[in-house]
């Protein structure tokens, strides 16, 4: 297989149908969308869910 330009569009698109791009368009709800935390194997295993662990942090929280 024949690697492309990397300024080289397919035959089928065609720059003027994509529009002009707007830098940054989705930044603040993204920002403002979901934490991701990696757990490690052993903690995943305890809590396998979501829901297991926000209830888990929480009874933490209320003790605390």
Same mark, same amino acid.
């Given at each position: 297989?024949?690697?492309?330009?990397?300024?080289e569009f397919?035959?089928?698109?065609?720059?003027?149908?994509l529009g002009?791009?707007?830098?940054?368009?989705? =930044?603040?709800?993204? /920002?403002?969308?979901?934490? =991701?935390? =990696? =757990?490690h194997p052993?903690?995943?295993?305890?809590?396998?869910?979501?829901?297991?662990?926000?209830?888990?942090?929480?009874?933490?929280?209320? /003790?605390?």
């Amino acid at each position: 297989m024949k690697k492309a330009d990397a300024d080289e569009f397919r035959p089928e698109y065609c720059r003027e149908d994509l529009g002009s791009g707007v830098r940054g368009k989705y =930044l603040k709800s993204f /920002q403002s969308g979901t934490n =991701l935390v =990696l =757990l490690h194997p052993d903690v995943a295993k305890a809590f396998p869910t979501d829901e297991s662990v926000n209830e888990a942090l929480r009874s933490i929280m209320d /003790q605390a």
